[in-house]
Each structure stands twice: as structure tokens, then as C-alpha cells.
């Protein structure tokens, strides 16, 4: 599939239609404006798109053809092609989608007793290079545009429509880094946190990045309430640099300095997600040097279990001593979860299908 692909980001996608899922409520006004239609044609776009979820300019009868047809002649509404669906014993349902050029993404949902979240992917790949990480492992192909985030979310709603259910959550930690995607990442939080979108609250929308420290200080200034996570690792910038090459260019200092600023600007709490990688970050002395880093934050350590990679070498650490480094951190007053895991059978983590898919298609 991505062999078809290799020049994709050239003419070919000037010449494409933009789907009409990349534009916010205001800039679906200002379209309409430009084409002399009335502004509160945009709010009954929007029904149609986000409430009704159809997947035609045709369907939107309270529209008057002359515009419908504009419509079809601007935009295209973003379909995904379903080439893969897992479904795992706790309820855990991996898609992997087809693009419009070839490329194959993921898209997870998750159900927890307080509602559905949805897991979405930001970028075909990812160029950061995380050495425990599926999605890295073929580099960074090409950013998502915002449609085909929203896209994603809206797949998943359809499905939830059959059973008569919704995504009451996000979380922006699928294959790629949301912040090498900036603009699209903050089009695609505004168009599913708009109350005429899909009205997802900003609270119940979470984006994590590996600590691309330009883009926290800007994500801070937003104003937005969305929720915030960290990929930290690591409780000293030498072992952090070993896991995450990221932090050759912006080192810890650096990040903590970024992540300060966030959260007195933001008066938000943080996450910290934190894997455990076997034998290498998960010393009960690792425990107590990332409680000293982190004491006195507003924030949340999340432990996350290594999930294994066939590509990369880590293993597990024992049960017990995950238990016991989370003990060490409430011991220093620290606010700390282990990451329950979900679809652990069907390869739901991060770019794990998509990389598998990838082998294949190389055979
Ligand atoms: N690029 C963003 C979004 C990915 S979120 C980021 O780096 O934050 C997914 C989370 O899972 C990140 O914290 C990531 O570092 C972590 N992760 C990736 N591969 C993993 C693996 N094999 N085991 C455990 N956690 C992993």
C-alpha cells in the first residue's frame, strides 16, 4: 500500500478537494460569506455532518441545491476505508483505516465503565524515533489533515450509533506526534469540542506528546482546557536521552522549564506517562529520582507496562516491582495510576497493527 505512495505530498493533494471536516464552525461562515450564502447555513452543515452524520452534500435536504452543489464542488466528506477490525475479549474494537492515497492508520476505541473513549492517530508514521515504539519503526510518511482525524472519531461514532451509544472521550496518543502536527491537532480540538460539532467537553479530550517544548509553551497559551500528557520515561535527562532521542534536542531541563509554564498558565494538572521498560527505568532508585524530579507539581504519574514490540528488545518488569515503584512514588506524596491495558490480544498499542501490516505488505 505505502509502495504505490512514495511522492504523496506533492501536486496530487493540491489537486484534491480539502474535506470539509477540516473547517472549524467560523471558517465554514467564512466560506459561505465568500459564496454570498447566509451565515446560518454553516450551524445546519454542521447538524448534518456531526448530528445526522451523513455521508452526502446530497442528504442535507434543508439546503437549497445551488448550494449542495457548491458543496460537491469544494469539499469532499472524508470516508475511511475499514481494511482491518479486531475486537478483543474486554470489549477493546482496533481499526485500521485506509486513506484516500494508500496509507493505513489506527484508530482504537476503548470502553471503560465511565464511557467510550476513542484512541485517534495524528500522522501516517512518526519521525521522532522513540526506541521503544512501533509507530516510528517506517518513519513519518505524512501529517493527517484535520478532516481526517475528525474522520476517525466520526467512523467510530458510527458504530456506537448502531447500539445507540457515544464517544464520550479522546485521546490523542495513536500512532504519531500530535505536536509535529500542530495545526491540524488544534483545528481537529476545536472542530470536535464545538457544541455544534460533536460537542466532546475540552475535559474529556486528552493529547499527549514526547516533549516537543516550543509547542507545550504554545499549547499553554491557547487557553484551552484540554488534558495534558507528557511521554517523561525517564527521571534523568542520560537515561532519557537513551529512550527517547527527542531529548538530544530539547533535554529534560528544558522540558520541565516547558511544563512548569503549562501549568501555572494553565492551572492544569499534568500527566506524566512513565513505561516501564524491564531492567532499565524501573529501579526502585529510578522511583525515587522521578519523585524528587516531580515533587511539588501539579501532576499525575500514569505507569505504563511496556507493550511488546517484536522490533524492539524490552521486556516486562514483574509484577510485583511495577507495584512497588508505584508504592514508591505515594510514598513521596505522588499521584500515581498503573495504565489498566486494554486489547492487549488483538495489538492495540500504538502502531502495533499498522506495523504488522506493514511486514506483510513487504513480503
Ligand atoms: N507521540 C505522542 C503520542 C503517543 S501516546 C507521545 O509520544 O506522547 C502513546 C504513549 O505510549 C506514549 O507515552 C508513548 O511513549 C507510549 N508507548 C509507545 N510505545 C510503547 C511501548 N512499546 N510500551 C509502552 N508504552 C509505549
Given at each position: 500500500m505505502e509502495g504505490k505512495q512514495?511522492?504523496?505530498?506533492?501536486?496530487q493533494n493540491f489537486e484534491r478537494k480539502p474535506s470539509?471536516?477540516?473547517?472549524q464552525l467560523n471558517e465554514l461562515e467564512m466560506w459561505l460569506k465568500e459564496q454570498g450564502e447566509p451565515k446560518f447555513r454553516a450551524t445546519q452543515i454542521f447538524d448534518w455532518l456531526y448530528?445526522?452524520?451523513?455521508?452526502?452534500?446530497?442528504?442535507?435536504?434543508?439546503?437549497p441545491k445551488g448550494l449542495r452543489e457548491k458543496l460537491e464542488n469544494h469539499f469532499i466528506i472524508t470516508t475511511l476505508k475499514t481494511i482491518a477490525k479486531h475486537s478483543s475479549q474486554d470489549g477493546t474494537l482496533k481499526f485500521l483505516f485506509e486513506l484516500h492515497d494508500g496509507f493505513s492508520i489506527e484508530t482504537v476505541l476503548m470502553r471503560h465503565d465511565y464511557g467510550n473513549s476513542v484512541c485517534v492517530t495524528?500522522?501516517?508514521?512518526?519521525?521522532?524515533?522513540?526506541?521503544?515504539?512501533?509507530?516510528?519503526?517506517?518513519?513519518?510518511?505524512r501529517n493527517l489533515e484535520a478532516g481526517e482525524i475528525v474522520a476517525q472519531v466520526l467512523k467510530v461514532q458510527k458504530v456506537l450509533d448502531e447500539t445507540n451509544e457515544r464517544v464520550s472521550s479522546i485521546v490523542?496518543?495513536?500512532?504519531?506526534?500530535?505536536f509535529d502536527n500542530y495545526q491540524s491537532l488544534l483545528s481537529f480540538l476545536k472542530i470536535v469540542n464545538d457544541e455544534k460539532g460533536l460537542n466532546i467537553g475540552a475535559r474529556h479530550i486528552t493529547v499527549s506528546t514526547s516533549g516537543i517544548v516550543p509547542r507545550i509553551y504554545d499549547f499553554a497559551n491557547e487557553g484551552l482546557q484540554i488534558n495534558f500528557a507528557i511521554s517523561?520515561?525517564?527521571?534523568?535527562t542520560e537515561l532519557r536521552s537513551r529512550l527517547m532521542p527527542i531529548n538530544k534536542a530539547y533535554d529534560l531541563e528544558k522540558l520541565m522549564d516547558a511544563v512548569r509554564y503549562y501549568i501555572e498558565k494553565t492551572g492544569r494538572r499534568v500527566t506524566f506517562e512513565y513505561g516501564l521498560f524491564g531492567g532499565v527505568n524501573d529501579q526502585i532508585e529510578h522511583a525515587e529520582e522521578l519523585a524528587r524530579l516531580i515533587k511539588g507539581l501539579k501532576c499525575h504519574v500514569n505507569l505504563i507496562p511496556v507493550n511488546y514490540v517484536?522490533?524492539?528488545n524490552y521486556v516486562r518488569t514483574p509484577r510485583k516491582q511495577i507495584f512497588e515503584f508505584e508504592r514508591t512514588l505515594k510514598k513521596h506524596g505522588i499521584n500515581v495510576t498503573i495504565r489498566r491495558e486494554q486489547g492487549h490480544d488483538i495489538e492495540a498499542a500504538c502502531g502495533q497493527l499498522r506495523a504488522k501490516e506493514r511486514k506483510e505488505e513487504a513480503r
Open positions: 512514495k511522492d504523496t505530498f506533492t501536486e470539509i471536516y477540516s473547517l448530528k445526522k452524520r451523513v455521508d452526502h452534500f446530497a442528504e442535507m435536504s434543508n439546503l495524528t500522522q501516517v508514521g512518526c519521525r521522532i524515533g522513540c526506541t521503544f515504539c512501533a509507530s516510528t519503526l517506517g518513519g513519518l510518511k490523542v496518543m495513536g500512532i504519531g506526534e500530535p517523561l520515561h525517564a527521571p534523568n517484536p522490533e524492539r
